[in-house]
Nanobody, 122 residues
Framework: QVLLEESGGGSVQAGGSLRLSCAFS????????MGWFRQAPGKEREYVAS????????YYADSVKVRFIISRDNAKNTVYLQMNSLKPEDTAVYYC???????????????WGQGTQVTVSS
């Protein structure tokens, strides 16, 4: 059973930065692609970024490209999301997910964290 635990959320003013972390446990981390998704009130869960298992190749939603950076530390079993130049529209609960392919839709991810709130004020 994979367990995922996000941390690092909080409140920040527009233009600021936050770094989210997601600690992975229960299985072999390197065998899983990792993704970040977010969900704002009244909206569907939205893809943010993903990273491949071994190559570390990264993918981003157009809305966060250049501003956000996803990375993974396979020695620490942790995936990160560095968020820069934050905008009010980035406000959402952010979830990390683990699966067998760096997909841009939620369905292929079999494991999810509980989420961490990010609030960006103008």
């Amino acid at each position: 059973q994979v367990l995922l635990e996000e941390s690092g959320g909080g409140s920040v003013q527009a233009g600021g930065s936050l770094r989210l972390s997601c600690a992975f446990s229960g299985r072999t981390f390197i065998k899983y692609a990792m993704g970040w998704f977010r969900q704002a009130p009244g909206k569907e869960r939205e893809y943010v970024a993903s990273i491949e298992r071994e190559s570390g190749r990264t993918y981003y939603a157009d809305s966060v490209k250049v501003r956000f950076i996803i990375s993974r530390d396979n020695a620490k079993n942790t995936v990160y999301l560095q968020m820069n130049s934050l905008k009010p529209e980035d406000t959402a609960v952010y979830y990390c997910a683990a699966g067998h392919g760096p997909a841009q839709s939620p369905e292929p991810y079999g494991y999810w964290g509980q989420g961490t709130q990010v609030t960006v004020s103008s």
